[in-house]
Nanobody
Framework: QVQLVESGGGLVQAGESLRLSCVAS????????MRWYRQAPGKQRDLVAT???????TYADSVKGRFTISRDNTKNTVYLQMNSLKPEDTAVYYC??????????WGQGTQVTVSS
């Protein structure tokens, strides 16, 4: 079972930036599609960004131009750089490896809170 550990969340003011990290416990990290999701209180978990093994990226419309997903295969790590944060970005952010195991793998989540 691949373990994913997120870090980098916190409390920031609107307009500021944060960078989330997710470290995977696997030697074949480089072949995996990696995703970031987020879940706000009382809402469903939504896909934020995806990066494939060739570093092609896709984003939710709500974060395009503000968030950047990237990966460092030498460190088994995927990042989410979040700029120009808005209060509506407040959520628990989860790292996901959909191909890691029968049901994929999820991290424990990291809280991001953006104050206005």
């Amino acid at each position: 079972q691949v373990q994913l550990v997120e870090s980098g969340g916190g409390l920031v003011q609107a307009g500021e930036s944060l960078r989330l990290s997710c470290v995977a416990s696997t030697s074949i990290f480089s072949i995996y599609v990696m995703r970031w999701y987020r879940q706000a209180p009382g809402k469903q978990r939504d896909l934020v960004a995806t990066i494939n093994s060739g570093a092609t990226t896709t984003y939710a419309d709500s974060v395009k131009g503000r968030f950047t997903i990237s990966r460092d295969n030498t460190k088994n790590t995927v990042y989410l750089q979040m700029n120009s944060l808005k209060p509506e970005d407040t959520a628990v952010y989860y790292c996901n490896a959909p191909e890691a195991g029968p049901a994929g793998s999820w991290g424990q989540g990291t809280q991001v809170t953006v104050s206005s």
